[in-house]
């Protein structure tokens, strides 16, 4: 039984609450399409804490402005383990799809390459609890 290693994240909300928003945790990018349904992946919830494993790529989408001229934003992070998110790109106007494309394939291929290699022991392990420390052994035995 898999069990991904998650850390808790806050997920920015990009724009207006009371406009479009959205955020996705991207797996995949048809590059034949250059707008926003290039992107695969599952939606995740914006302007609060959720659950990321680390290393994916997120993208978050917002607009601001009246209805019928909106101001789109969108911004592309990676979640890293320390529970941040580090901003890899960004673009604005009715093109951000196709300009994000190609950095986001990048950096899924850079994921891919790259799977993330345990750490040993250090100091900072001393800020978890008991608690914390026992439930990540028990996972880890689950797996």
Known sequence: MDVPLTVAVEI???GDERRKNWA?????VDDSLATGWAFDGDF??????????PGRVILVY???????????????????SDATLTLRASARGRA???????????LLAETADSPMEPL??????????????????????LL
Do not use: C, F, H, M
């Not at 996705?24 to 995949?28: E, L, P, Q, R, S």
């Open 120 to 141: 040993d022991w250090s100091p900072e392990l001393l800020r978890y609890s008991d608690e914390a420390i026992a439930e990540e052994v028990k996972r880890r035995r």
């Open 96 to 106: 951000w799809a196709r300009t994000l494309r190609d950095p986001i394939e990048d």
């Open 24 to 28: 996705k945790a991207v797996t995949n």
């Open 12 to 14: 920015p909300l990009v």
């Open 62 to 80: 917002g607009e601001k402005g009246s209805r019928a001229n909106p101001a789109i934003e969108a911004r592309v992070y990676t979640v890293n």
């Open 44 to 53: 995740i919830a914006t302007g609060g804490i959720q659950d990321v494993e």
